[in-house]
């Protein structure tokens, strides 16, 4: 029984850490990289869409991406989404492609975003200990119908402990990666 309501909580962090990774991609580092524009929003016919349901976006050299609508008449509305998105990025359009320079980091731009990723780390690390709450929760309901005995709930804290502390352990390790990739000049 309680090795379901572990298992449950495993794929919940994982779940959690994928998002992390995802999010983390986001993030500039001074390489080029489709992830850092492909959500941005455009208007498109009034409401706002994706920019990769819009236009393929390709990298091909380390500081440039490339932006290719796959209607002409949205380019101007394309390069002041991307302009717009706050990223740092100015986009140049030729009337039929838009280029995305991606300029070198200033020691400051760097720091700024060590803060950002390190105040959303926290908020993983928060959601990782909201799942051993539930997963907690979950077993002591199970002991309060008989289906757990005492003995049972502690060894199945124990273990819903511990990985909490490997997930959370993981969570920092990606993190710290992400900081020596930003600041890495």
């Given at each position: 029984?309680?090795?379901?309501?572990?298992?449950?909580?495993?794929?919940?962090?994982?779940?959690?850490?994928?998002?992390?990774?995802?999010?983390?991609?986001?993030?500039?580092?001074?390489?080029?990289?489709?992830?850092?524009?492909q959500g941005?929003?455009?208007?498109?016919?009034?409401?706002?869409?994706?920019?990769?349901?819009?236009?393929?976006?390709?990298?091909?050299?380390?500081?440039?991406?490339?932006?290719?609508?796959?209607?002409?008449?949205?380019?101007?509305?394309?390069?002041?989404?991307?302009?717009?998105?706050?990223?740092?990025?100015?986009?140049?359009?030729?009337?039929?492609?838009?280029?995305?320079?991606?300029?070198?980091?200033?020691?400051?731009?760097?720091?700024?975003?060590?803060?950002?990723?390190?105040?959303?780390?926290?908020?993983?690390?928060?959601?990782?200990?909201?799942?051993?709450?539930?997963?907690?929760?979950?077993?002591?309901?199970?002991?309060?119908?008989?289906?757990?005995t005492e003995?049972?709930?502690?060894?199945?804290?124990?273990?819903?402990?511990?990985?909490?502390?490997?997930?959370?352990?993981?969570?920092?390790?990606?993190?710290?990666?992400?900081?020596?990739?930003?600041?890495?000049?």
């Amino acid at each position: 029984m309680s090795a379901e309501v572990l298992e449950q909580m495993k794929q919940e962090m994982e779940q959690t850490l994928g998002s992390l990774r995802v999010e983390f991609s986001k993030v500039r580092t001074g390489r080029a990289s489709t992830a850092l524009i492909q959500g941005v929003m455009v208007k498109y016919y009034g409401s706002p869409t994706p920019l990769n349901q819009l236009a393929s976006l390709s990298a091909p050299e380390a500081r440039l991406l490339v932006v290719q609508p796959y209607e002409k008449n949205i380019i101007g509305d394309v390069e002041k989404a991307i302009y717009q998105a706050d990223l740092g990025l100015t986009p140049v359009n030729d009337g039929k492609v838009i280029r995305v320079p991606i300029p070198e980091l200033t020691e400051e731009r760097r720091k700024d975003f060590v803060r950002k990723i390190r105040k959303s780390a926290e908020g993983y690390r928060v959601s990782m200990r909201n799942h051993r709450r539930d997963a907690n929760d979950y077993l002591k309901e199970m002991q309060k119908e008989k289906e757990l005995t005492e003995d049972e709930l502690h060894a199945a804290q124990d273990r819903v402990q511990k990985m909490t502390n490997e997930y959370i352990e993981k969570l920092d390790h990606i993190l710290k990666l992400k900081e020596e990739e930003l600041m890495a000049v």
